[in-house]
């Protein structure tokens, strides 16, 4: 009866140790595939992360890009209102030369009284005199 008891006892431990052998096999296998899905993780945020960098990098050049544009663009709209600045100060002074003609024809209506000139063309007009100082809105016209 102690041989049995001690056989039964031994069998008992053989079983118990298979099955801690099956159970480590299952739990590497699984561990084995934990590994395998971090390693493509970290390909994955590798990837992301040169994705991320490549992004800055294209938004540092269109910044740039676009503060040249926008500067060519204050260039330009600087030249074009000094040109309709140019612009409305030749056509008060053609509008003061037809009043001069008109006032040199006789005419039947009687004098008419002179056309007032707004401020912002006397101030260009007085701007434009030889030895006056220019303001900054006007150092882009010719």
């Known amino acids: 009866m102690t041989m049995n ?3 039964i006892v031994e069998i008992v431990l053989s079983v118990l140790l ?19 899905g971090q390693d493509g993780l970290k390909d994955t945020i590798a ?3 040169d994705a991320i960098i490549s ?9 740039s890009t676009a503060a040249g544009a926008a500067e060519a663009l204050d260039e330009r709209i600087a030249r074009g209102r000094g040109l309709a ?6 056509t008060a002074s053609g ?9 040199s024809t006789p005419s039947s209506s009687g004098a008419r009284a002179p056309i007032p000139l ?4 006397n101030a260009r007009l007085e701007a434009l005199k030889p030895g006056a100082a220019r303001p900054a809105a006007m150092r882009n016209v010719r």
């Not at 298979?18 to 395998?36: D, G, H, N, P, Q």
């Not at 509008?95 to 006032?103: F, G, L, S, T, V």
Request: hydrophobic content about 45%; proline content about 2%.
């Open 85 to 90: 600045d140019e612009l409305s100060l030749l």
């Open 95 to 103: 509008e003061r030369i037809a009043e001069r003609m008109d006032r």
């Open 5 to 7: 008891i001690s056989l």
């Open 55 to 63: 992004a800055g990098s294209s938004m540092r050049m269109l910044k």
């Open 18 to 36: 298979l099955a801690t052998i099956c159970y480590s096999a299952l739990l590497e296998r699984r561990l084995s595939a934990l590994r395998k």
């Open 118 to 121: 707004p401020a912002a063309l």
């Open 47 to 49: 990837q992301l992360n």
